[in-house]
């Protein structure tokens, strides 16, 4: 809701909630809250897919899905158990390489969070442990490493799937931020 508060008090009038590879952001969102309902603020249902491509990662919005589409939710679980495995097998990785162990309350807390797990996270708990100042000294130090050590393939679906995962919802798809993958310009 600050987002919302936010986007009202600087006269947005159409917002999307586009969260990256996860819908519990807008399904969280109560659009009957008097904030929203009194402002007349237009809030599109969305989602921001990560699909796989040669050079990398590209970003794949979907707007005016339907949050609850059974394959897209479906999707988004398979999603978030991976980033669980993920973070797990780097949190190993640290602690082998360098000995780092966090305590299992910290460990089960992010397993039980409402969010995609990731590296952040665990630089989050690096700097609350002294084993880092900053989220960038973490990856640095330990986790930039860490990830290359795990990953066994890049993170991120084919990107035809992130598209009939979009259009099966009823959605519309669009590429987010296409300067950043230095496409040719024909």
Same mark, same amino acid.
């Given at each position: 809701i600050e987002l919302i508060r936010h986007?009202? %008090?600087c006269k947005v009038g159409v917002i999307a909630i586009t969260d990256h590879?996860?819908?519990?952001g807008i399904k969280s969102l109560d659009k009957k809250d008097p904030v929203i309902v009194d402002s007349g603020i237009q809030i599109i249902d969305g989602i921001e897919l990560s699909a796989k491509t040669s050079k990398g990662i590209m970003h794949i919005l979907g707007y005016d899905i339907d949050i609850n589409d059974i394959n897209l939710?479906?999707?988004? %679980?398979?999603l978030k158990d991976n980033s669980i495995n993920s973070v797990l097998s780097i949190m190993e990785q640290i602690k082998r390489d360098y000995d780092i162990v966090f305590r299992y309350d910290d460990i089960r807390d992010l397993v039980n969070s409402n969010h995609n797990l990731g590296r952040p996270d665990l630089a989050k708990l690096c700097i609350k442990y002294g084993y880092a100042t900053s989220v960038q000294d973490a990856f640095d130090k330990y986790l930039i490493d860490a990830y290359n050590k795990t990953r066994k393939t890049s993170k991120g679906m084919p990107y035809d799937e992130c598209l009939d995962l979009i259009s099966n919802s009823r959605g519309i798809p669009v590429l987010a931020h296409p300067k950043s993958l230095e496409l040719p310009e024909k």
């Amino acid at each position: 809701i600050e987002l919302i508060r936010h986007a009202i %008090e600087c006269k947005v009038g159409v917002i999307a909630i586009t969260d990256h590879d996860t819908l519990n952001g807008i399904k969280s969102l109560d659009k009957k809250d008097p904030v929203i309902v009194d402002s007349g603020i237009q809030i599109i249902d969305g989602i921001e897919l990560s699909a796989k491509t040669s050079k990398g990662i590209m970003h794949i919005l979907g707007y005016d899905i339907d949050i609850n589409d059974i394959n897209l939710n479906k999707k988004m %679980e398979e999603l978030k158990d991976n980033s669980i495995n993920s973070v797990l097998s780097i949190m190993e990785q640290i602690k082998r390489d360098y000995d780092i162990v966090f305590r299992y309350d910290d460990i089960r807390d992010l397993v039980n969070s409402n969010h995609n797990l990731g590296r952040p996270d665990l630089a989050k708990l690096c700097i609350k442990y002294g084993y880092a100042t900053s989220v960038q000294d973490a990856f640095d130090k330990y986790l930039i490493d860490a990830y290359n050590k795990t990953r066994k393939t890049s993170k991120g679906m084919p990107y035809d799937e992130c598209l009939d995962l979009i259009s099966n919802s009823r959605g519309i798809p669009v590429l987010a931020h296409p300067k950043s993958l230095e496409l040719p310009e024909k």
